[in-house]
Protein backbone atom coordinates (compact mmCIF):
# COMPACT_ATOMS: atom_id res chain seq x y z
CA UNK A 1 0.00 0.00 0.00
CA UNK A 2 1.41 3.44 -1.08
CA UNK A 3 1.23 6.09 0.81
CA UNK A 4 -0.35 9.25 -0.15
CA UNK A 5 2.74 11.90 0.59
CA UNK A 6 5.03 9.42 -0.26
CA UNK A 7 3.51 9.07 -3.70
CA UNK A 8 3.25 12.63 -4.33
CA UNK A 9 6.73 13.28 -3.67
CA UNK A 10 8.10 10.93 -6.08
CA UNK A 11 5.90 12.33 -8.80
CA UNK A 12 7.35 15.85 -7.82
CA UNK A 13 10.28 14.12 -8.39
CA UNK A 14 10.25 12.56 -11.40
CA UNK A 15 8.61 16.25 -12.97
CA UNK A 16 11.66 18.00 -11.53
CA UNK A 17 14.18 15.40 -12.88
CA UNK A 18 12.84 15.59 -16.22
CA UNK A 19 12.72 19.52 -16.17
CA UNK A 20 16.50 19.42 -15.40
CA UNK A 21 17.08 17.05 -18.02
CA UNK A 22 15.42 19.05 -20.53
CA UNK A 23 17.56 21.81 -19.72
CA UNK A 24 20.66 20.15 -19.92
CA UNK A 25 19.61 19.00 -23.52
CA UNK A 26 19.02 22.34 -24.88
CA UNK A 27 22.01 23.57 -23.64
CA UNK A 28 24.12 20.52 -24.80
CA UNK A 29 22.01 21.42 -28.20
CA UNK A 30 22.86 25.37 -28.08
CA UNK A 31 26.86 24.84 -27.39
CA UNK A 32 26.71 21.90 -30.50
CA UNK A 33 24.58 24.75 -32.50
CA UNK A 34 27.11 27.02 -31.30
CA UNK A 35 30.29 24.73 -32.06
CA UNK A 36 28.87 24.11 -35.35
CA UNK A 37 28.85 27.93 -36.49
CA UNK A 38 32.14 29.06 -35.38
CA UNK A 39 33.24 25.95 -36.99
CA UNK A 40 31.32 26.48 -40.46
CA UNK A 41 32.85 30.42 -39.91
CA UNK A 42 36.27 29.12 -39.59
CA UNK A 43 35.88 27.50 -42.54
CA UNK A 44 34.27 29.98 -44.54
CA UNK A 45 37.03 32.81 -44.10
CA UNK A 46 40.25 30.48 -43.26
CA UNK A 47 39.69 27.52 -45.57
CA UNK A 48 41.22 27.48 -48.84
CA UNK A 49 41.35 25.26 -51.59
CA UNK A 50 44.80 26.39 -54.12
CA UNK A 51 44.93 29.41 -55.74
CA UNK A 52 43.03 30.88 -59.06
CA UNK A 53 44.28 33.38 -61.78
CA UNK A 54 42.05 35.10 -64.09
CA UNK A 55 41.60 33.53 -67.46
CA UNK A 56 42.81 36.33 -69.71
CA UNK A 57 45.10 35.10 -72.64
CA UNK A 58 47.84 37.49 -71.63
CA UNK A 59 50.52 36.26 -69.38
CA UNK A 60 50.16 39.60 -67.36
CA UNK A 61 47.00 38.41 -65.86
CA UNK A 62 48.35 35.01 -65.35
CA UNK A 63 51.06 36.40 -62.76
CA UNK A 64 48.39 37.18 -60.57
CA UNK A 65 46.39 34.67 -58.51
CA UNK A 66 44.46 34.99 -55.00
CA UNK A 67 43.56 31.76 -52.80
CA UNK A 68 40.48 30.03 -53.88
CA UNK A 69 37.68 30.02 -50.93
CA UNK A 70 34.86 27.58 -51.93
CA UNK A 71 32.83 28.89 -48.64
CA UNK A 72 33.63 31.95 -48.15
CA UNK A 73 30.97 34.15 -50.44
CA UNK A 74 27.37 32.73 -50.71
CA UNK A 75 26.52 35.14 -53.50
CA UNK A 76 24.18 34.57 -56.26
CA UNK A 77 24.44 35.62 -59.83
CA UNK A 78 20.89 35.64 -61.97
CA UNK A 79 17.72 34.67 -61.34
CA UNK A 80 17.30 32.78 -57.68
CA UNK A 81 17.04 28.78 -58.79
CA UNK A 82 16.05 29.60 -62.66
CA UNK A 83 19.43 30.43 -63.95
CA UNK A 84 22.61 31.58 -62.98
CA UNK A 85 25.18 30.35 -59.90
CA UNK A 86 27.20 31.32 -56.89
CA UNK A 87 29.61 33.58 -58.12
CA UNK A 88 33.33 31.95 -57.35
CA UNK A 89 35.68 33.38 -55.00
CA UNK A 90 38.10 34.57 -56.19
CA UNK A 91 36.64 35.75 -59.53
CA UNK A 92 38.52 39.04 -62.07
CA UNK A 93 37.62 41.35 -64.10
CA UNK A 94 40.92 42.74 -66.37
CA UNK A 95 41.41 45.30 -69.10
CA UNK A 96 43.37 45.17 -72.10
CA UNK A 97 47.74 45.72 -71.85
CA UNK A 98 48.41 49.17 -72.77
CA UNK A 99 52.02 50.59 -73.58
CA UNK A 100 53.71 53.22 -71.10
CA UNK A 101 54.31 56.43 -73.07
CA UNK A 102 57.64 56.79 -74.29
CA UNK A 103 58.75 59.54 -71.14
CA UNK A 104 57.80 56.77 -68.69
CA UNK A 105 59.61 54.19 -70.73
CA UNK A 106 62.68 56.02 -70.29
CA UNK A 107 62.39 56.49 -66.75
CA UNK A 108 61.62 53.28 -66.23
CA UNK A 109 64.81 52.16 -68.20
CA UNK A 110 63.43 50.38 -70.50
CA UNK A 111 62.60 50.60 -74.30
CA UNK A 112 59.28 48.92 -73.72
CA UNK A 113 56.75 48.47 -71.23
CA UNK A 114 53.18 48.05 -70.72
CA UNK A 115 50.77 47.44 -67.94
CA UNK A 116 46.81 46.30 -67.15
CA UNK A 117 44.01 46.99 -64.24
CA UNK A 118 42.84 43.55 -62.65
CA UNK A 119 39.78 44.03 -60.37
CA UNK A 120 39.49 41.25 -58.20
CA UNK A 121 36.09 39.81 -56.70
CA UNK A 122 34.32 43.41 -57.94
CA UNK A 123 30.99 41.85 -57.09
CA UNK A 124 31.18 41.33 -53.98
CA UNK A 125 32.49 45.00 -52.81
CA UNK A 126 33.91 43.84 -49.35
CA UNK A 127 37.41 43.37 -48.12
CA UNK A 128 37.99 41.12 -50.16
CA UNK A 129 37.82 43.24 -53.59
CA UNK A 130 41.21 44.96 -54.64
CA UNK A 131 42.09 46.96 -57.57
CA UNK A 132 45.31 46.04 -59.06
CA UNK A 133 48.24 47.66 -61.39
CA UNK A 134 50.22 45.03 -63.47
CA UNK A 135 53.12 46.44 -65.00
CA UNK A 136 55.58 44.38 -67.11
CA UNK A 137 59.33 45.82 -67.53
CA UNK A 138 62.73 44.21 -69.00
CA UNK A 139 60.66 40.72 -68.88
CA UNK A 140 59.47 41.01 -64.86
CA UNK A 141 56.45 41.76 -63.83
CA UNK A 142 55.24 43.98 -60.90
CA UNK A 143 52.04 43.76 -59.12
CA UNK A 144 50.49 46.92 -57.31
CA UNK A 145 47.47 47.44 -54.74
CA UNK A 146 45.70 50.41 -55.38
CA UNK A 147 43.55 52.02 -52.50
CA UNK A 148 39.97 53.15 -53.17
CA UNK A 149 37.21 54.29 -51.19
CA UNK A 150 35.64 51.63 -49.18
CA UNK A 151 32.35 53.30 -48.65
CA UNK A 152 30.79 52.78 -52.08
CA UNK A 153 30.49 50.79 -55.07
CA UNK A 154 33.71 51.14 -56.60
CA UNK A 155 34.73 49.33 -59.69
CA UNK A 156 37.60 49.34 -62.32
CA UNK A 157 36.26 47.33 -64.81
CA UNK A 158 32.63 47.46 -66.15
CA UNK A 159 33.04 45.95 -69.96
CA UNK A 160 35.37 43.59 -72.20
CA UNK A 161 37.41 44.56 -73.99
CA UNK A 162 38.02 47.64 -72.74
CA UNK A 163 41.30 49.64 -72.39
CA UNK A 164 42.89 49.83 -69.14
CA UNK A 165 40.83 53.01 -66.96
CA UNK A 166 44.22 54.57 -66.12
CA UNK A 167 46.84 56.91 -67.68
CA UNK A 168 50.65 57.38 -66.61
CA UNK A 169 53.01 60.35 -66.84
CA UNK A 170 56.00 61.26 -65.00
CA UNK A 171 56.24 63.07 -61.87
CA UNK A 172 59.24 64.59 -60.71
CA UNK A 173 61.00 61.03 -59.67
CA UNK A 174 57.91 59.22 -59.19
CA UNK A 175 55.09 57.99 -62.47
CA UNK A 176 51.51 59.78 -61.82
CA UNK A 177 48.96 57.38 -62.32
CA UNK A 178 45.49 58.52 -63.61
CA UNK A 179 42.54 56.43 -62.42
CA UNK A 180 39.22 56.98 -63.88
CA UNK A 181 37.24 53.99 -61.94
CA UNK A 182 33.78 54.10 -61.44
CA UNK A 183 33.12 56.13 -58.81
CA UNK A 184 36.38 56.24 -57.55
CA UNK A 185 39.28 59.34 -59.37
CA UNK A 186 42.22 60.86 -58.82
CA UNK A 187 45.84 59.74 -59.12
CA UNK A 188 47.98 57.26 -57.34
CA UNK A 189 51.97 58.09 -57.67
CA UNK A 190 54.38 54.79 -58.22
CA UNK A 191 57.76 54.81 -56.82
CA UNK A 192 60.30 54.06 -58.84
CA UNK A 193 62.70 51.68 -59.03
CA UNK A 194 59.68 49.16 -59.71
CA UNK A 195 58.60 46.68 -56.43
CA UNK A 196 55.94 44.17 -56.43
CA UNK A 197 53.55 43.81 -53.17
CA UNK A 198 53.25 47.85 -52.54
CA UNK A 199 50.02 49.98 -51.94
CA UNK A 200 49.18 53.05 -53.40
CA UNK A 201 47.07 55.61 -52.31
CA UNK A 202 44.33 57.44 -54.09
CA UNK A 203 45.05 61.30 -54.60
CA UNK A 204 41.26 62.54 -55.08
CA UNK A 205 40.69 65.61 -57.61
CA UNK A 206 39.97 68.79 -56.08
CA UNK A 207 42.96 68.03 -53.36
CA UNK A 208 45.92 70.45 -53.52
CA UNK A 209 48.38 67.12 -54.13
CA UNK A 210 46.63 66.65 -56.88
CA UNK A 211 46.29 70.28 -58.54
CA UNK A 212 49.79 70.34 -58.45
CA UNK A 213 50.59 67.12 -59.57
CA UNK A 214 48.04 67.75 -62.59
CA UNK A 215 49.66 71.01 -63.21
CA UNK A 216 53.01 69.57 -64.18
CA UNK A 217 51.45 67.30 -66.99
CA UNK A 218 51.46 70.98 -68.74
CA UNK A 219 55.14 70.48 -69.94
CA UNK A 220 54.33 66.32 -71.07
CA UNK A 221 51.41 66.86 -72.88
CA UNK A 222 53.53 67.71 -76.67
CA UNK A 223 55.14 64.35 -76.27
CA UNK A 224 53.68 62.11 -79.20
CA UNK A 225 52.91 58.93 -76.98
CA UNK A 226 51.37 61.27 -74.31
CA UNK A 227 49.61 62.79 -76.71
CA UNK A 228 47.89 59.43 -78.27
CA UNK A 229 47.28 57.69 -75.16
CA UNK A 230 45.19 60.63 -73.63
CA UNK A 231 43.33 61.55 -77.15
CA UNK A 232 43.02 58.49 -78.28
CA UNK A 233 41.80 56.54 -75.45
CA UNK A 234 37.88 57.13 -76.23
CA UNK A 235 37.45 57.75 -72.62
CA UNK A 236 35.91 61.47 -72.11
CA UNK A 237 37.40 61.76 -69.04
CA UNK A 238 40.89 61.57 -70.11
CA UNK A 239 40.43 63.47 -72.98
CA UNK A 240 38.73 66.45 -70.93
CA UNK A 241 42.02 66.18 -68.19
CA UNK A 242 44.62 66.76 -70.90
CA UNK A 243 42.58 69.44 -72.80
CA UNK A 244 42.50 71.01 -69.41
CA UNK A 245 46.02 70.23 -68.59
CA UNK A 246 47.70 70.78 -71.61
CA UNK A 247 45.31 72.20 -74.99
CA UNK A 248 42.93 70.94 -77.10
CA UNK A 249 43.16 67.37 -78.55
CA UNK A 250 41.53 68.24 -81.90
CA UNK A 251 44.17 71.56 -82.23
CA UNK A 252 41.49 73.84 -81.99
CA UNK A 253 40.86 76.24 -79.43
CA UNK A 254 37.72 75.52 -76.87
CA UNK A 255 36.26 78.33 -74.73
CA UNK A 256 37.84 77.78 -71.52
CA UNK A 257 34.08 77.94 -69.94
CA UNK A 258 33.64 74.87 -71.30
CA UNK A 259 37.02 73.03 -70.60
CA UNK A 260 36.27 74.22 -66.83
CA UNK A 261 32.49 72.77 -67.24
CA UNK A 262 33.45 69.62 -68.41
CA UNK A 263 36.54 68.79 -66.18
CA UNK A 264 34.29 69.66 -63.22
CA UNK A 265 31.66 67.20 -64.54
CA UNK A 266 33.97 63.96 -64.86
CA UNK A 267 36.38 64.75 -62.34
CA UNK A 268 34.89 66.53 -59.53
CA UNK A 269 31.12 65.41 -59.80
CA UNK A 270 30.09 62.07 -57.95
Not at 120 to 143: C, M, Q, T, W, Y
Request: hydrophobic share 40%; glycine share 6%.
Amino acid sequence: MKLPVFDSYRRGWCRWRRKVQSVKSRKRASVWVGVLVFAVFLCSHYFYWGYISPGCPDHLCHSVSRKHFPFRHWHWEGIPVVEGGFVPDPHYLWSENASFPQSVSEMLSVHASRYIIVDVNPAFRDHSSEILLVIEASGKVFEYSLMFPRNGDVQAILAYPSPPPAMAFPYKRNVAVLAGFFRARGIYLLPLPLRSGVTLQLIPPGSPDFTTIATSFRSLGQEPSMRNQFCESRRKDFIVFYEKYYGPCDGQSHVASEVEKDFSKFWLER
